[in-house]
């Protein structure tokens, strides 16, 4: 079922893009978004940033994970508890970003999720509701910022890309993040505790997640009792 | 972070005795008793056959995995709806073949397993609450007939052995089965939905199964979207 390879090889499979559903809010999304960016940058590997909203997900009015009738991107700006409002302006903010080229988008992707689970020595976490930090992390990312706010200024654009992903991430039945859609259409919930950004590791790693989903036994679900 | 291995060998970490977690009940416990007792067979590895009740896990009264207010063990015989019923008659008698040798025991508690998720052909699906039933089984793989109805009469030691199985299970936070807990201590729930009697492909999905727990990164969860 499994073969052993090279160390630190890409498997053949391998060669289309993966589509990441990540949520900001969530720490083991934001890990999972640090792994691909390494896989991207340094064995490259094609991923494309997609949004599931976990408090979509996880809505009372949602019990159908493939049919919400709750959607986030149809809030108002600046209603809904906390985590609602903090998940759609991250997301839209993080639509605007893709309008841009890969390296800025992911720049600024990792920025906004490293604000929020890793804030810098001295910085308390980010409040994804305020707009002047969300610009901030633009700044210092890269992204074109005259285009980042002509694009931010296009609410009905960013909410219609936003819907997109949350439809196409509830009709695959995405329940948590990060998951990973590989190009072979396997597609499942990768959760780990540590941080991997060593680039021969985070290989092993993304090889090894490939060969579970892969196996001839169709392994559905291996999860750690606590 | 994983290292290739030649094909069909047993990691070094295996030397000891894991723990099989299952339930008569479930369609995926009987695959991984299936799996364990390949590699019993053919690759020497070492199992312990031990019980979790899915419908003591999944009980009202038990919100709280780790501390159960309602025990199975405690039920009386025949009380209970269908489920608790067939649950408990089917753990007892199955408390019961393990006094016996490894090889009998095994044989009785695939049997039973078998004679729910794979009835052979033109019989139909046990009833584990009929005792004629089970013990056509224990007739069949080889129990010392004599033996297991002496043990069958001693409802109280049974009891006592399910109720320590149940204990150490709920203590460890197994919450569905098959799970597997490891002689290095990592235990996870491992669902897989295609059979594997193979010998290598037996070793191979084993092997990817302790990788994944071992694995640097500490994977906590790998589960399908559907």
Chains 1, 2 share one sequence.
Request: charged fraction near 25%; aromatic fraction near 8%.
């Amino acid at each position: 079922m499994t073969q052993p390879d090279p160390a630190h090889q890409t498997l053949p499979s391998q060669s289309g893009v993966t589509d990441l559903y990540f949520d900001f809010l969530c720490p083991y999304a934001w890990r999972g978004l640090e792994l691909a960016d390494v896989l991207r940058r340094e064995h490259g590997l094609k991923f494309r940033l997609r949004h599931f909203s976990l408090v979509q997900g996880n809505h009372a009015d949602n019990p159908d994970r493939k049919h919400p009738t709750w959607w986030l991107d149809g809030q108002v700006a600046g209603q809904g508890n906390e985590s609602q409002a903090s998940s759609l302006n991250a997301f839209l903010a993080g639509q605007a970003a893709l309008k841009q080229p890969d390296d800025a988008a992911w720049a600024f992707t990792l920025g906004l999720s490293r604000a929020v689970h890793q804030p810098a020595e001295g910085r308390g976490r980010i409040d994804l509701r305020n707009d002047s930090d969300v610009r901030d992390v633009a700044a210092e990312g890269g992204l074109d910022l005259e285009q980042f706010e002509a694009d931010l200024a296009d609410q009905e654009a960013l909410r219609a890309a936003l819907h997109d992903d949350l439809q196409a991430s509830a009709s695959l039945g995405v329940f948590g993040t990060p998951t990973f859609h590989l190009p072979d259409g396997h597609i499942a919930y990768f959760r780990f505790a540590n941080l991997v950004t060593e680039p021969g590791a985070a290989l092993d790693l993304w090889n090894l997640y490939i060969r579970v989903l892969q196996d001839g036994a169709r392994i559905e679900t291996v999860k750690r009792a606590k």
